[in-house]
T-cell receptor, first 113, second 114 residues
C-alpha cells in the first residue's frame, strides 16, 4: 500500500532561518505530489503541487518543493521563514489511478520571533 | 462565497451513541471525501464518493457510515462500533474536471466521546 513519511514531527526555527521539511513516499509509479498547510484555526489549504514537468515547483508565500524521483522525495523548502509561517504542514501523494490522496503524518512548524 | 460547510464545529457524545456530522458544499464539486485527523498521524481517509449514490471505503472505514443522496451533501455517521471516535473530522471535495486531486477542505468538526 502507498505510504507517505514525514520524518520531522516538530520543527522550531527562528525568524529568517531556512526551512526544509522532508517527505518520502513509497509508490514507484506515476504520482502527483502536494504540500498542504494548516494555519492555526484555519482550513487546510494547498501550498503547492507537482503533476509533471519541471521538478522544482513554486508555491504560495515563497515556498518551493523539489521532486526527486530517484529518492522518492518531495521536500519543502523556504529560504527565510517568518513568524506567520507557524503552522502544520502535510505532504500528500496521489498515485495514478487511485481516487484519493494519501497524507503524511504532518510536521508542526513553530517560528519564533 | 463558495465553500464547504461542516457542522457542528464541536460535538460531545456519550459512549454507545451514534452521531452524524454534516458536510455541505456549494462548489458544484463531484467528489467528496471524509478524513480523520489525529495528532501525529496526519489525515486518514474514511470514505469517499465520486458521484451521487455511490461511495467507497477508505483506509479506516470500520465503525463509520456515509450516504450521498445529493451532490451537495455527504454526511458521516460515527457509530457506536467505532472504538476510538474522539478526533477531528475533515470533509473535502474536488471537481471531476481536475486532473488530479486538488482538494478543498472544510473547517472540520471536533468530536469528543465522554
Amino acid at each position: 500500500a502507498q505510504s507517505v513519511s514525514q520524518h520531522n514531527h516538530h520543527v522550531i526555527l527562528s525568524e529568517a532561518a531556512s526551512l526544509e521539511l522532508g517527505c518520502n513516499y513509497s509508490y514507484g509509479g506515476t504520482v502527483n505530489l502536494f504540500w498542504y498547510v494548516q494555519y492555526p484555526g484555519q482550513h487546510l489549504q494547498l501550498l503547492l503541487k507537482y503533476f509533471s514537468g519541471d521538478p522544482l515547483v513554486k508555491g504560495i508565500k515563497g515556498f518551493e518543493a523539489e521532486f526527486i524521483k530517484s529518492k522518492f522525495s518531495f521536500n519543502l523548502r523556504k529560504p527565510s521563514v517568518q513568524w506567520s509561517d507557524t503552522a502544520e504542514y502535510f505532504c500528500a501523494v496521489n498515485e495514478a489511478g487511485r481516487r484519493a490522496l494519501t497524507f503524511g503524518s504532518g510536521t508542526r512548524l513553530q517560528v519564533q520571533p | 462565497d463558495g465553500g464547504i460547510t461542516q457542522s457542528p464545529k464541536y460535538l460531545f457524545r456519550k459512549e454507545g451513541q451514534n452521531v452524524t456530522l454534516s458536510c455541505e458544499q456549494n462548489l458544484n464539486h463531484d467528489a467528496m471525501y471524509w478524513y480523520r485527523q489525529d495528532p501525529g498521524q496526519g489525515l486518514r481517509l474514511i470514505y469517499y464518493s465520486q458521484i451521487v449514490n455511490d461511495f467507497q471505503k477508505g483506509d479506516i472505514a470500520e465503525g463509520y457510515s456515509v450516504s450521498r443522496e445529493k451532490k451537495e451533501s455527504f454526511p458521516l455517521t460515527v457509530t457506536s462500533a467505532q472504538k476510538n471516535p474522539t478526533a477531528f473530522y475533515l470533509c473535502a471535495s474536488k471537481t471531476a474536471l481536475s486532473g488530479a486531486n486538488v482538494l478543498t477542505f472544510g473547517a472540520g468538526s471536533r468530536l469528543t466521546v465522554l
